[in-house]
């Protein structure tokens, strides 16, 4: 596609329901990650695809977090009985593929977030 | 694992003057440095990257500086301009290898006309 999409733009649910979120990378993008950037605060780190391998999970608060994605696609992003400080922009980013190859500038393609509000 | 400090969180300069970025990180094996520009309602974009192999970086009215002894990097923007007001990061991470990318928490800057 011609950039990063993601779904649902804006999403409200009750505490303690699941969610999930949807990102379609760039086609060939190799890379996929995933942020969360909560009200007038910076990028925090989620998890890091490679294909459809996560080398690096570090960065999911709880085991109510889980991500996955199918090859070099499209990704999903779950959060299982939801909170309210989950509440945030969930942002996803895609990149050519793994630093350090020479196609890769290492630029990451941001999509245009998906909010996330519980209630 | 990596941490990237960033300073100011908030900075307000004078249209035309200068504004300057500072952040610092942690892991000594980072050797990429990318800084991004988020404005109001928007995603983030790239503006500038440096890579550990050089000690400064110019396109048109920014700039970016690294040392990598004292493990930090900052970004200069000349002759400021209302275009200019967003949040900046910057980010550290180890280009050779397949690696997150951990930002700073972001400069709110504001130009004042």
């Known amino acids: 596609g011609a950039g990063v999409s993601q779904s649902p733009s804006n999403k409200v649910t009750e505490k303690g329901k699941d969610v999930e979120l949807r990102c379609d990378p760039i086609?060939?993008?190799?890379?996929l990650y995933w942020y969360r950037q909560r009200l007038g605060q910076g990028l925090e780190f989620l998890i890091y695809?490679?294909?459809?391998?996560?080398?690096?999970k570090s960065g999911l608060p709880s085991d109510r977090f889980s991500a996955e994605r199918t090859g070099e696609s499209v990704s999903t992003l779950t959060i299982q009985r939801t909170q309210q400080e989950d509440s945030a922009v969930y942002l996803c980013?895609?990149?050519?593929?793994?630093?350090?190859?020479?196609?890769?500038?290492?630029?990451?393609?941001f999509g245009e977030g998906s909010r996330l509000t519980v209630l | 694992g990596e941490n990237v400090e960033q300073h100011p969180s908030t900075l307000s300069v004078q249209e035309g003057d200068s504004a300057v970025i500072k952040c610092t990180y942690s892991?000594?094996?980072?050797?990429?440095f990318p800084w991004y520009k988020q404005e109001l309602g928007k995603r983030p974009q790239l503006i500038i990257d440096?890579?550990?192999?050089?000690g400064e970086k110019k396109d048109q009215r920014i700039a970016v500086t690294l040392n990598k002894t004292a493990k930090h990097f900052s970004l200069h923007i000349t002759e400021t301009q209302p275009e200019d007001s967003a949040v900046y990061f910057c980010?550290?991470?180890?280009?050779?290898?397949?690696?997150?990318?951990?930002f700073g928490s972001g400069t709110r800057l504001s130009i004042r006309p």
């Open positions: 980013a895609s990149s050519l593929g793994r630093l350090g190859t020479v196609r890769n500038t290492g630029e990451l393609f």
């Open positions: 086609s060939g993008h190799t890379a």
């Open positions: 695809f490679q294909g459809n391998s996560a080398p690096d």
């Open positions: 892991d000594s094996a980072s050797n990429y």
């Open positions: 440096i890579r550990s192999n050089v």
């Open positions: 980010a550290a991470s180890r280009y050779s290898s397949a690696s997150k990318i951990i």
